[in-house]
């Protein structure tokens, strides 16, 4: 990737001299700059533009080039592609549209261009993009005439769109946050997200890499690097809402939708995720601050009012507001002599006018044995905010930046504008008390969810009869294993479910419940029925023989019209299983992360609840205990309201089998366990669902 942002030489191909051309815009954004390296133009005719000659071949430039910009029409890149491999050329960017996302046909042009690039160990960003940027080099490849180029920072961008990438780069130089370097991926034909963060991660130039995607093109990986770096890692994940291409099969599908997905595997790689502008613009500034450690807060503010807005939110995120020591106060009163406050947290400073005060008051509370974080809120009117505070604010500032611990600093102008005054300082301001509350409890909150993200795991190997459960799977006719198939798996996972008996017909259902004891649970075993419930597959509570052999037969009458198949391989007769939580475990092959495993409270009612906990497999025991206790709802499995607690240890050993049934079977697209029901001594699987994969394994 280095030569991407660090070329000594580019050439830019499609420059003319006509109005509008593209390409030239490149080489206008080299020279207003000041790009230190070289840079050439090529286009189909000879000429000029902006002082530098048009070639109208590679051939002709003598120098060796590192990056290649293109901006020509979509038939002539893979031709173009050779000419560069002929001159040694290894790294191109293709800002042309007009491939996939405009006709499907050009996919015949991305696949000739791949087969380039292999034949000759090239690599290049693009198509539809804008390039590559490198603000320390005065380097920026759009092909846009730039007028100004964003403040320089630590953060390193990549996005899929152009034109996020450049509201991005202003919105962070704004916000006085800057920015290193940036990509626009485009098609991510070729190198993706995953390529420029595992770059940026190496990058001591880059300290927070900071993602916009619409998908994902390698996201187990994208996740492994974000795992092994100590960096924060922002991304704003997008396109949140696609239409299924299909109906579920299981309930487990239902509730798996892509983004939730894409969200509980970002939270368990340590990456943070925003959701719109706003957010964005307040994470981006929090993790850019000092990280939070603890829980205790000062709070000094210049009105009243915003103190007690700051105390509610500081409430609201489980802040504790320290009690200063008797030395603060007596520093506060010498700071401002003539001013009676209060000796409280939050510190009210309203009736203190002298702004010159301000920064020593903070000093001052920055040296509170203890302290975890502190926010300054500041407030002025038009009149007050002049050369005399913006001074004493960047003295804040230089605190803040110094400082051990996070310092969150808002700034009110009633009436007037705070841009000049975040253009001016190198540190983040906040534009009201909640956006400066909400970041520090980010600034604590990432850096928990990164060590438990970056914790050791330990995994251990699971007694299973994997031989046994390798015949099940492999004699499964079509996409869904029969009631009977799918439990002697989990029996084969050592995962316990109640006794159950097979019955040929209504006639043997009968004695297969006196075998087991009554009440029964009836179900068909057919792998066509999938939701057994709705289909009128399973009957419930039976306690009698003649009540199993009515249902039974009335079983065969309902299911065999609309589906011939249905109720013809048997019945499953299953001993009832007592009341206890219920709950539904289940997981799925996802398309960019791969096996994915939920935990849910409700069963049968789950996707009703919508309460539910989602980890990327594989996981260790103790990421299936922190399963549960993420579990909204958990006082129900703690014994809520004088009930027995659960056995949540048996539970967990259920969720790490379950987990290893996808992870075992690569045929299997779909698990799940529904329902679920804990015990104080136990946990057992009422039901099970298994399809499998369409696609040859």
Known sequence: MEKFFYPESVVVIGVSNRPGNLATGVIHNLQHFGFSGRYYAVGREEGEVLGVPIHVSLEEIEDRIDLAVILTPTATVPAIFRECAAKGISRLIIESAGFREYKDDFRRIEDELLAVCREHGLRFIGPNCIGTMNFARHMCLHFSPQRILPRLGRVGLVSQSGGITVWFSHLLSREGVGLNKAASVGNKLNVDEADLLEYFLRDPEVQMPVLYLEGFSRGRRLLDLARGSDKPILVWKSNAFPQSAGIALSHTAAILADDRVADAALLQAGIWRSRDAHHFTVAAKALSLKPMKGNRLMIIARSGGHAVMC?????????????????????????????????????????????????????AALRIPGLDGLVFLQLLTPIENNQRSDAMMKRVAALAASASVPVGIGYIIQGGDTAPLKQALDYPIFDNPDDTLDALAIARDYWRLKARARRERKF?????????????????QGRLLAADQALELLAAYGIAVPPWRRAAGPESAAPAAKE????????????????????????????????????ARAM????????????????????????????????????????????????????VLDRV???????????????????????LLKGARGQAPADLEALADLILRAGQILLDHQAIQELDLNP?????ADALALDARVILSTQET
Do not use: W
């Open 311 to 363: 105390a509610d939110r500081a409430a609201g995120h489980g802040f504790e507001l320290v009690k200063p020591p008797a030395e603060f106060f007596e520093a506060i009163n010498r700071i401002a002599p003539e001013t009676r406050i209060t000796r409280q947290n939050p510190l009210d400073i309203g009736d203190v006018f002298d702004a010159t005060c301000y920064d020593r008051m903070v000093e």
């Open 460 to 476: 251990e190997e699971l007694n299973r009869d994997q031989t046994q459960a390798a015949t099940i799977v492999g004699r499964a």
């Open 516 to 551: 087991l004891g009554f009440p029964v649970a009836l179900k068909a075993i057919s792998a066509q029925v999938s939701h057994k419930t709705e289909a009128g597959a399973v009957v419930l509570d039976l306690k009698t023989a003649d009540e199993i052999t009515e249902a």
């Open 556 to 607: 065969a009458d309902q299911l065999g019209p609309a589906l011939p198949a249905a109720g013809r391989e048997g019945y499953l007769v299953q001993k009832m299983a007592g009341p206890a939580v219920e709950l539904i475990l289940g997981g799925k092959r996802d398309l960019s992360f791969g096996p994915v495993l939920i935990l849910g409270l409700g069963g049968i009612f789950a996707e």
């Open 613 to 635: 906990v989602i980890r990327l497999l594989p996981i260790d025991r103790q990421e299936a205990r922190e399963m549960i206790e993420d579990l909204p709802g958990l006082a």
């Open 676 to 680: 679920v029901r804990a015990y104080p």
